[in-house]
């Protein structure tokens, strides 16, 4: 018996959204729910959904983990040499969605992307756990492979080859920063009739606050 999808209802009345509550900087306000969702001991409170697409307008979209937010823009690490590496290599700019359903609340980014330096990478890429330090050597993320002996294998040979000593950070791997030209808050409210309110950059350091309809 398949389930009724159109009767699965949920009413999202926690709280609302004024343009009084939002800070100046929509990086910061980014941050300050960011922060509230650690706090709440919201699952994955990180996980972005990150849509890119080839410069044929192919579309992709995976979750990734948000490892950074200052001023600059968001930041997540991958592979150069993945799909979606590729995807930036051609078209650079990306939609990110970050959805707290605990809190009923979602933030939608949207921007140009640039790695990040060389030494964010490789400092990063320093605080992750050995074995993921490894496994970013054994995956050639995206490629086909021939089964998951394949993988193992690799990575038999990665350990080998590193022994004990440092595991640095692949050439192919590393840091890219979604710079925000739009960012837009959505909060659950009843009836569907959700806040929902966007900055738009008009220079380096001012933003437009606009809300929309729901």
Not at 19 to 37: G, K, N, V
Not at 101 to 126: D, P, W
Not at 178 to 189: A, F, H, I
Request: hydrophobic fraction near 35%; aromatic fraction near 8%; glycine fraction near 8%.
């Amino acid at each position: 018996m398949h389930p009724d999808l159109t009767a699965i209802r949920t009413e999202y009345a926690r709280a609302g959204l004024d343009e009084s509550d939002l800070d100046p900087s929509p990086t910061r306000q980014i941050e300050r729910w960011l922060r509230e969702a650690i706090d709440a001991g919201h699952p994955e409170p990180t996980a972005m959904t990150l849509a890119t697409a080839t410069s044929g307008g192919e579309p992709s979209a995976r979750v990734v983990l948000l490892k950074g937010v200052d001023a600059r823009g968001l930041v997540f690490f991958t592979n150069y040499e993945s799909a979606k590496g590729n995807d930036l290599a051609e078209n650079p700019r990306a939609c990110a969605n970050l959805f707290w359903v605990l809190l009923e609340r979602q933030i939608r980014v949207n921007g140009a992307v640039v790695k990040v330096t060389r030494e964010e990478s490789e400092a990063y890429f320093r605080s992750r756990p050995r074995e993921s330090q490894l496994g970013a050597w054994a995956s050639e993320q995206s490629g086909v492979l021939e089964g998951r002996a394949a993988l193992e294998a690799r990575l038999a040979a990665v350990r080998e080859r590193f022994g004990d000593g440092e595991v640095v950070c692949p050439p192919h791997w590393g840091g890219f920063r979604v710079v925000p030209d739009r960012v837009e808050l959505w909060q659950g409210r009843p009836s569907r009739l959700h806040d929902r309110l966007r900055y738009t950059r008009i220079d380096d350091q001012r933003w437009r606050v606009e809300r929309l309809s729901p």
